[in-house]
Every structure is written in structure tokens, then in C-alpha cells.
């Protein structure tokens, strides 16, 4: 194989991101003079529809003129509800956990095909999801509802369901976090989180919702940075780089015939320990197939260089750089094509972006999703000009590093006062609600019903001194768990509370609308919350 031909294959086994919403000149050079083959968006590329149509159609036009054979992969994490790269314009559809309250797993198929009718019509052709990680541990820092569940059998269906909507829509998917993220309490982009399971257990748990969409028919299958004694002898090995783990037990084991990513090898687990441009190899030698660099410019060229040095060494074999290359060539010629990717139709593309039927599908969802986790008699309330209401809702915080910040326009209170125009909303802060405690229970004392809203609640938190003084005063609180389902666990006090799973407008609507006795809350737990 010739070099320049080595060079043009390694590069697209690179995952790379960049910085803006228009081609800079860092990735236009990736592009050009590494060849590499997929990009990955955040956030921080993420404008109107428009813009993101704009931006993914230049990106390909480079590439073909740069002389690629095949379009990019351009790839992001949406998820749906608290990890969505695409909140501008485009349909806020529920995440996982708000699904699996459901009951339905039909609804994951649909929001699956939605969302990637979507992501197609924005030049968007690989999805990072569905989450398959089995949420069996409170203290997940990084998993908790971005997961179906805590039944095997429950992420299972729903993460088939969601991959097989995703894949009708022509979108590829990434089956993540594999062997499974769902039992961890350390957070892998901030270090490396291990799982000390024995292997039938991982069998009988972790296992099962990979095992099923491998039969299914999955396109990619997501490495996790975690570190399985059960799988792997070697000390602090995460799954990422591990041979044991890519070769023994997801292709041999499992018959994944698919092709396998790396999550971001600058996440610290990472990072700190092996480094990024050394991880990259390593996790060739263990069996990836794209390696993801998502965000330094100097350390993605300084990976393609490392990749090249270690073929040129012979620590890594050029057959093992074609085979990777062949796999995603594979990928590229089901999911990707010129005729897509250079001259979409932008007006018929922007319809199908916010479809009315897709806002249908997700308040639907999200009305079936709310779940009333407690009720003493107090609910529903009666909509009455008179009622006096404060609502107490949280500073917005983000929770994991993979999650996006939401617009805070829209709130619980905005939901509350669609019902009660009059109503008061006070904002609080965590932190600062010893030093408000006193003028947040006087204000409660002169309402007649308080709604209460938490994000995640902890062991520490200071709102559980704060829910003991004021259920002491005023029996009339209703919670609403904005995201973490496990917050009634320690908020049981309260006569009555609610679950909505994420803190997104749809979300806080429906629970509004149980609250006042315009729906009903349909949902059932998916976690068991003790």
C-alpha cells in the first residue's frame, strides 16, 4: 500500500470535531490533508436548521472536492431529552428514561424515526444512540435517564425499538456504552470508572440490550471508558482499549459483525492515564474501528501521526488499517450518497424539520410519560382564579459533562402559569437555600399550595431540610421531579409528586397539566426508587 494511500485510509478512521458553526480553516486541513472520514457536532456547531443544513452540505462539498470516494459520516449525540445537540428548531422529543415510563415501546421506535427524518433532512447520517446502559445505580453520575431503565429486558426492547426507528429513517446508529456504563458512580470523561461484576451477572444485566440489537441488526457498537476486571486482566484497562473485550467477547462472543467506535479519547480517562494520540493506537491494536478525537486540533493531527508512525514501526499492521477501512466503507455505502449530501432540496429539508406530527408524537409521549409517583388526596387541583400559587423551581444545573445547557424561558413556572396566569415563581439555588430558607418559608406560608420543583436531590442536599421545614408549615406541596427519578426517595414527606424525567418545556407541561387535572399520569416508574 502506498503511503499516500495508508494516509488516506487512517484518516477516515478518525472521528473529529471543531469549533463554530462554519468551516474553519483547522478542519478544512483535516480534511483536505488528512482525509478524514467523520465529524462529529456539539453544541457549539449547532444554529438555526438552516445553518446546520448550510454547514453539513459545505463540509461535504469539501470533501468531494478533496477527492473522497465516499461522503463524511457527520455524526452528534441526540439522544433526545437532557443530551440533545439540536434543540434549535428542530422537535424536542423525549429521552430514554421519559420513554420507558411509557410502558410503550412502540414510542421509542416512532420518536426514533422522527428524530432521524430530521437529522437526515439536515445532512445529519449517524446518530450516537440509543443508550443501552442499564441504570441500576442512584448515583450514576453520567448515565441515570439518559437510560431506559434498570430492566435488561426494558432497555432491550426500547433501545431496538429506537435503533430500528433511527435506521428506517436512514440514519446509522451507535449502540452505547458497551459492556455497559448503567452501574457506575464515576463520571468516565473525568476519570476511569470501574465495573467489578462477574461475568454471568454482566451477562444476565449488562449484556443483554447489546446482545439484542446486535441481533437486530446494529450498524456500530459505542466502547465505553470503563474498566472490567471480569473481561479484562489487565489492570485499569478501559473496554476502549481492550482486545478482550473487542475481540473475545463483542465479535466472537456476541457476533458483532458491525463496526466498532471509540467514545472521545480526550475524556480524561484517557487523557490522563495512556494519553490521547497513544490511547488512539492502542485501541487500534485492540480491535476499534473509528477512533474519536472530537475537540483539540493539534492533538487530532498529532493521533493521525501516531496511527502512521506505529504502521510504519510495525506496531500496528496495514491489514488491520484496511480491515477498519473496509468495515466503514460498508457503513458509508448503506447511510451516505453525493446525490444526498451535495444539492439537497433546503425547502423541503427545512419542512420536515419541527413537522407538525412530530410535535404531536412528543407531547403525546411526554403526556404518557408523567408519572405520579405519590398523591395523598391532594391531586388534582382545581383551576380557580382565586388559588394563590408559588412555585419554587431549581437554577438550572448541568449534571454530567455530556449534557447540554437548556434555555431556562420556559419553566415550570411558565407551565403552571398556562393554568394559573397569577401564579408566583421563585427561582432558587441549591447552594444559597440555607441563607433563603426563611424568606422561601414565609413566602409558602401565603399560598395556598406550593409546587415544588428538584432536579437531582442527594444524600447532602440542602432541599431535604428545607422540604422538613416546610411540610412542618404548609401541608399543600406537590413536588415535581424535574430529572432524576430517584428524588421522592428522599423527599418522601411531601403529600404529593411527580415525575417528568428531564426539565425540558414539554416535560414540565404535561406535569402541569396532571397537577391542575387536564391529564392523566400514565407513566410507571423504571426505576425502582427504594
Request: charged residues 20%; hydrophobic residues 40%.
Amino acid at each position: 500500500m502506498s503511503n499516500k494511500k495508508l494516509a488516506r485510509k487512517i484518516g477516515q478512521l478518525l472521528v473529529v470535531g471543531f469549533n463554530g458553526k462554519a468551516i474553519t480553516p483547522e478542519i478544512k486541513e483535516l480534511i483536505h490533508g488528512y482525509h478524514v472520514g467523520s465529524i462529529i457536532l456539539f453544541s457549539r456547531n449547532i444554529g438555526e436548521p438552516e445553518e446546520v443544513l448550510q454547514l453539513t452540505s459545505s463540509l461535504q462539498k469539501e470533501a468531494k472536492a478533496a477527492g473522497y470516494e465516499k461522503p463524511l459520516f457527520i455524526c452528534l449525540d441526540q439522544e433526545n431529552g437532557v443530551v440533545s445537540r439540536m434543540n434549535q428548531g428542530m422537535t424536542t422529543f423525549p429521552g430514554a428514561m421519559a420513554l420507558g415510563a411509557t410502558e410503550e415501546p412502540q414510542h421509542a421506535y416512532k420518536v426514533g424515526l422522527a428524530t432521524g427524518r430530521e437529522l437526515k433532512a439536515l445532512g445529519i447520517n449517524w446518530n450516537l444512540a440509543p443508550v443501552l446502559d442499564v441504570n441500576n445505580n442512584p448515583e450514576n453520575p453520567v448515565i441515570g435517564v439518559r437510560s431506559f431503565g434498570e430492566n435488561p429486558q426494558k432497555v432491550a426492547a426500547f433501545g431496538k425499538a429506537m435503533m430500528k426507528g433511527l435506521q428506517d429513517a436512514g440514519v446509522m446508529t451507535s449502540l452505547k456504552h458497551f459492556p455497559g456504563h448503567g452501574d457506575t458512580s464515576v463520571d468516565s470523561h473525568l476519570d476511569l470508572p470501574v465495573i467489578s461484576h462477574e461475568m454471568e451477572r454482566l451477562e444476565k444485566v449488562e449484556l443483554v440490550p447489546f446482545q439484542a440489537c446486535i441481533q437486530g441488526g446494529a450498524d456500530t457498537v459505542m466502547a465505553a471508558h470503563v474498566y472490567f476486571p471480569a473481561i479484562e486482566p489487565k489492570a485499569n484497562t478501559p473496554a476502549t482499549l481492550s482486545k478482550q473485550v473487542y475481540v473475545k467477547l463483542l465479535r466472537e462472543k456476541l457476533g458483532f459483525q458491525g463496526a466498532i467506535t471509540t467514545d472521545c479519547m480526550e475524556m480524561k480517562a484517557i487523557s490522563n492515564s495512556v494519553g490521547t494520540e497513544q490511547g488512539a493506537v492502542k485501541a487500534l491494536q485492540a480491535g476499534t474501528n473509528f477512533v474519536m478525537v472530537s475537540h483539540t486540533h493539534p492533538v487530532q493531527k498529532g493521533t493521525i501521526q501516531a496511527i502512521t508512525n506505529a504502521v510504519e514501526n510495525g506496531e500496528l499492521h496495514a491489514s488491520t488499517i484496511e480491515a477498519s477501512f473496509q468495515r466503514i466503507q460498508r457503513l458509508k455505502e448503506k447511510y451516505t450518497s453525493w446525490k444526498d449530501t451535495l444539492s439537497p432540496d433546503k425547502e423541503e429539508a427545512l419542512q420536515i424539520v419541527g413537522l407538525k406530527e412530530h410535535h404531536q408524537l412528543a407531547r403525546k409521549v411526554y403526556r404518557e410519560s408523567a408519572t405520579t409517583v405519590h398523591n395523598n388526596q391532594l391531586l388534582p387541583l382545581k383551576v380557580d382564579k382565586q388559588l394563590q400559587i408559588l412555585v419554587l423551581e431549581p437554577a438550572h444545573s448541568i449534571m454530567a459533562q455530556v449534557e447540554d445547557k437548556m434555555s431556562q424561558q420556559k419553566s415550570l413556572g411558565s407551565a403552571v402559569r398556562e393554568y394559573i396566569p397569577h401564579a408566583a415563581v421563585e427561582v432558587y439555588e441549591e447552594n444559597k437555600l440555607e441563607h433563603e430558607l426563611e424568606k422561601l418559608v414565609h413566602a409558602a406560608k401565603k399560598v395556598d399550595y406550593l409546587i415544588l420543583g428538584t432536579m437531582t436531590v442527594t444524600e447532602k442536599s440542602p432541599v431535604i431540610a428545607f422540604v422538613n421545614r416546610l411540610v412542618k408549615d404548609n401541608s399543600n406541596i406537590i413536588g415535581v421531579g424535574m430529572r432524576n427519578p430517584y428524588d421522592f426517595h428522599y423527599l418522601h414527606k411531601l403529600p404529593a409528586f411527580i415525575n417528568t424525567y428531564e426539565p425540558g418545556y414539554p416535560a414540565l407541561q404535561a406535569a402541569a397539566g396532571v397537577i391542575f387535572g387536564r391529564e392523566e399520569a400514565r407513566g410507571t416508574l423504571p426505576v425502582n426508587i427504594g
